[in-house]
C-alpha cells in the first residue's frame, strides 16, 4: 500500500506540472491555428513558446534525479572554485529579476571529497530555490566555509517571505513546496546528495527575514588523498 501510495503521488505530480506548460502550448497552438497571420508563433509569442518547452525538459530532469539517483563518484576538488562557477552561471537570472547576489568565498581553495557534480547540483538548486523566492530585488547570500574541525559549510541566504511554519522540516519532503510553480524535488535532491555524502542540511528562518539552507559535509578522511580538481 505504501509502494502505491508513493507510485500515486509520483504520478499526481508529474501530471500536474507537466499539464500547465502543455496547456499553454496548445492554446497557442490552436490561436495560430484558428487566425494564420494574425496568432502566428513569432515574436513574444515563440519566446513563451521556448519558455514552455524549457520548463518541460526541467521538470523531467528533475523528476528523472528523483527517480534514478545517479552513482557517487567522490574525489578531492575545490568547492570554492565549483561555488563561484555556479554563481556565474546563474548571475544572468540574478541581473534579470535585479537581484544582488552577494557571494563570501575564502580565497584559498576549500578541499571537498565529495562527488563534484553532485555537490554542483546542490548549489545551484539552493541558489536558484533563494532567486525565486525573493522574486524581483531583494539580496541572496552565499558563504562558504571550513569550521574548526574540517567540515564544509555551505550557506544560502535569502531576503524573501521565509519558510512557513506549517512546513517545518517537510520543507524537504518531495512534491513539497512553497513555489506556485515548481516539482517540489529540489530541495528533497538536495537533502539525498548531502545525506549521501554523509553530511547535513537544515533550513531556518533569518532574525531580520527572509531563509537560510546550511549545508555540512564531512572533512576528507585519512585515505582520501589525490589531485584536487
Known sequence: REQLAAVGQLA???AHELRNPLTAMKLMAQAAARRPGEADLRGRNLAVLTEEIDRLERTIQAFLDF????RTDARPFAA??????TLHLTAARAETQRTRVAPDVPGEAVVLV???VQFRQLV?????NALDAVGRGGAVDVRLSADP???????VADTGPGIPAALGDRIFDPFV?????????????????AEAHGGTIGAANRPGGGAVFTVRLPPPGPRSGGPVE
Open 124 to 128: 545551484l538548486n539552493l541558489v536558484l
Open 67 to 70: 527517480a534514478r539517483p545517479p
Open 149 to 155: 574541525a574540517g567540515w564544509v559549510v555551505l550557506e
Open 177 to 193: 513546496s512553497t513555489k506556485e510553480t515548481g516539482t517540489g524535488l529540489g530541495l528533497s535532491i538536495c537533502k539525498r546528495a
Open 114 to 116: 565529495a562527488d563534484p
Open 80 to 85: 570554492d572554485a565549483v561555488v563561484r562557477e
Open 12 to 14: 499526481a505530480g508529474i
